[in-house]
């Protein structure tokens, strides 16, 4: 395991043991969300990588919500997932947001991440306005957890993460 794997899993392991602010009815709205960043960061084969999220606002259990998703690069991968995720209020209208997800990869003409199953963890730092936009950051790694003949991982530095309350593109 690489020295900056294990820095990201004791991150997103911190972010889930925060205490449970008092959760703001804003963090709980479905949300759409869109995303650009680069893939693969500190490697030759980086890219441009762009995300297509639905993230639900009801909770399956404590704070624990479900999202699905699609990725695609500047190198033609394509990643579709589906996975759950936290939102820890901080508080100024900061909202931090751990994030596990699992789902089917190609890798187009980029990297070879070793299976067509890639699992991926993200922590997110998102500003969340009054009527529950978000504007944010996020980090995550993709592994397929060595069910793979490789497993070499790649890392996404998320420059800019947008959503959207699905509330507030219906019709009104």
């Known amino acids: 395991m690489k020295i900056r794997d294990a820095l990201f899993g004791a991150a997103l392991a911190a972010g889930l043991a925060l205490p449970a ?5 804003k963090l ?3 949300l759409l969300g869109l995303s650009a960043g680069i893939f693969d960061v500190g490697d030759s084969d980086r890219s441009a990588e762009f995300r297509l999220e639905y993230r639900w606002g009801s909770k399956l259990f404590w704070l624990i919500k479900p999202f699905v998703g699609a990725m695609a690069t500047g190198e033609h991968a394509r ?7 936290a939102d820890f209020d901080l508080g100024g209208n900061f909202v931090l947001t751990p994030s596990l997800a699992g789902g089917a990869f190609a890798r187009g003409d980029g990297k070879d991440l070793g299976s067509g199953v890639e699992f991926r963890t993200q922590l997110e730092l998102a500003y969340v306005t009054p009527k529950s936009h978000r504007v944010g950051v996020a980090v995550s790694h993709m592994s397929n957890a060595s069910i793979g003949d490789r497993n070499p991982g790649a890392n996404s530095a998320v420059l800019l993460s947008y959503a959207i309350p699905i509330s507030a593109l219906a019709p009104k």
């Open 28 to 30: 709980d709205v479905d």
């Open 21 to 25: 602010a008092a959760q703001d009815h």
């Open 79 to 85: 990643y579709g997932y589906a996975g759950l995720l």
